[in-house]
């Protein structure tokens, strides 16, 4: 008598799924509550709209600050504790945000939010990249990247009624118990690594379970990169490109300056990883000077930054 063949999901979908929870409740607290909400603050506040604009502004200053520092952080401590960690303070500000009685405390607590909203991004996608092969990070990361708009348009359709029938408070403060409950949410299903479940990432080809970080002797401090020139010539490519693709009439346009090896199979492989065909339309600005007869960590080119 044959056995049944059991199903089994790998643990690389309950880590997507998680992210892309957090990453919906994220963007609906920084972009759809705070557009729909906030003219009804205004009334109750009686305040101008511009000076509303300084509740937008805190939130995005502490974002700005804390935003650099998550890359840091997740390689001391592990995405998950990062993710848990700050979806506590982007749930307990969003909360906050419903006992406010004026604009001095609102932006503070808002700037809370900001600070909790920084921490998702880069711990996300590094965990999607530690769990997924390859071959399927465009593919995880493709799943995981509409959670921008999912969030923003479902806002608009359920917070107006919320407003409504109920009060402009009950929309913060539900959208902050949501904040809450993904720190228990992610603190459960997360995982760094699957080698610390004797995994390996999905789509992975062979067999090995491997645990895929830099050796120590392979890595270069944070300090050191600033120092280097060339550093700063890509960073500049990328602003000035992003600056001339945002203006472009047929609508937005990926820029990204990449420094490789003539390569000519890499960089197409790299440009598929980037820019799945049908997302939108790229440009691929490859550089090949600055590298020529130059060392790199060429991990450092599989970690998107979002």
């Known amino acids: 008598m044959s056995g049944k063949r059991t199903f089994k999901i790998h643990w690389a979908w309950v880590v997507l799924g998680s992210s892309i929870m957090t990453l919906f409740v994220t963007y609906s607290i920084r972009i759809g509550a705070y557009s729909v909400l906030l003219p009804e603050m205004i009334k109750d506040f009686r305040i101008t709209k511009a000076e509303a604009g300084m509740i937008k502004s805190a939130f995005s200053m502490t974002y700005l600050l804390f935003a650099p520092l998550m890359g840091w952080l997740t390689d001391?401590?592990?995405?998950?504790?990062?993710?848990?960690?700050?979806?506590?303070?982007?749930?307990?500000?969003?909360?906050?945000?419903?006992?406010?009685?004026?604009?001095?405390?609102?932006?503070?607590?808002?700037?809370?939010?900001?600070?909790?909203?920084?921490?998702?991004?880069?711990?996300?996608?590094?965990?999607?990249?530690?769990?997924?092969?390859?071959?399927?990070?465009?593919?995880a990361l493709g799943i995981l990247?509409?959670?921008?708009?999912?969030?923003?348009?479902?806002?608009?359709?359920?917070?107006?009624?919320?407003v409504v029938e109920y009060h402009w408070r009950l929309g913060w403060f539900s959208l902050g118990t949501a904040g809450l409950l993904l720190t228990v949410l992610n603190g459960m299903l997360l995982r760094d690594h699957p080698g610390k479940m004797a995994l390996s990432p999905w789509g992975e080809s062979g067999g090995e379970v491997t645990d895929k970080m830099t050796p120590p002797s392979q890595r270069i401090g944070y300090f050191e990169i600033l120092r280097?020139?060339?550093?700063?010539?890509?960073?500049?490519?990328?602003?000035?490109?992003?600056?001339?693709?945002?203006?472009?009439?047929?609508?937005?346009?990926?820029?990204?300056?990449?420094?490789?090896?003539?390569?000519?199979?890499?960089?197409?492989?790299?440009?598929?990883?980037?820019?799945?065909?049908?997302?939108?339309?790229?440009?691929?600005?490859?550089?090949?000077?600055?590298?020529r007869g130059g060392r790199h960590d060429q991990s450092s080119f599989d970690r998107p930054s979002g």
């Open 76 to 139: 001391r401590i592990g995405g998950r504790k990062v993710i848990s960690l700050f979806c506590l303070l982007l749930g307990g500000g969003t909360s906050l945000m419903g006992t406010a009685q004026d604009l001095p405390i609102s932006a503070i607590y808002y700037s809370v939010v900001g600070i909790g909203a920084a921490g998702t991004w880069v711990p996300i996608v590094t965990l999607i990249q530690n769990w997924f092969g390859e071959k399927k990070r465009g593919l």
């Open 145 to 162: 990247s509409p959670n921008y708009g999912i969030g923003f348009g479902l806002m608009g359709v359920i917070l107006p009624g919320v």
């Open 228 to 291: 280097r020139g060339r550093f700063w010539m890509i960073g500049h490519s990328i602003y000035y490109g992003c600056r001339k693709s945002c203006s472009t009439p047929d609508g937005w346009t990926g820029v990204v300056w990449i420094p490789v090896r003539s390569d000519l199979a890499h960089v197409r492989s790299l440009r598929k990883r980037l820019f799945p065909e049908g997302s939108y339309r790229s440009r691929l600005w490859i550089d090949d000077h600055f590298l």
